[in-house]
């Protein structure tokens, strides 16, 4: 009875964490490439990683098309079940690389998309399956890649234990307009571990305030 407890607890533990394998419902892993852990729903717990880039196991090989100024489905499987904010970033692949092979090193990703927590007697999140992302109409047309995240926060309260799930997707953008994207960022680079919106304890006492992650927003 006792080693079927554990084993309980441990498929448990294991199906309350999800990937991010879809974007505007493709087939899973094609126009998102591959995350490491497609198999174990792990997650990504160390910021100076390489893997908090894209966590990428496999080169992506399709592309899906949106218009510049509508909205990117993306979805999190099963659900995004633990408390922490959704976030999106973008990078343009240069003119000239494949999409499916460019690695996007340095500072080329500016953030899109900043979810953040309804405040009461606790933080609370949209823990949804599927989250609406909106891709700025400004920004010019070509393929880019899309970088989403969820961050659990429930055993945040000690360095280290936050936890990343991410995957990066493969767009390519219709229309747009012109303007250059301000405050890029580099992965790994644009989070340490002590941010406060990483290193926070939202269970007690709890916070009246949070502050995401990473670089400004960019809006048009």
Request: hydrophobic share 40%.
């Amino acid at each position: 009875m006792k080693t079927f407890a554990l084993l309980l607890a441990a498929t448990s533990a294991v199906s309350a964490h999800y990937t991010l394998p879809t974007v505007n419902g493709a087939p899973a892993w094609s126009a998102v490439r591959q995350a490491k852990n497609w198999q174990n729903n792990g997650f990504v717990g160390d910021v100076t990683s390489s893997d908090i880039r894209c966590n990428q196991l496999s080169p992506g090989n399709e592309t899906v098309a949106v218009a510049a100024g509508s909205s990117v489905k993306v979805n999190v499987n099963p659900n995004a079940y633990h408390p922490g904010p959704f976030q999106s970033y973008l990078a343009k692949v240069p003119e000239g690389q494949d999409v499916n092979k460019w690695d996007p090193t340095g500072a080329v990703w500016f953030r899109i998309y900043a979810e953040q927590p309804k405040f009461g007697s606790q933080l609370t999140w949209l823990n949804a399956a599927n989250y609406d992302v909106k891709i700025p109409p400004c920004i010019p047309a070509g393929r880019y890649l899309m970088r989403n995240e969820h961050i659990g926060l429930h055993v945040a309260q000690s360095p280290g234990g936050a936890q990343f799930y991410l995957s990066c997707a493969q767009i390519d953008v219709v229309g747009g307009g012109s303007q250059t994207p301000t405050d890029l960022a580099a992965f790994p680079g644009a989070y340490r571990a002590s941010d406060p919106g990483i290193l926070i304890n939202i269970n007690y006492p709890v916070p009246t305030s949070y502050v995401n992650p990473g670089p400004a927003t960019f809006v048009c």
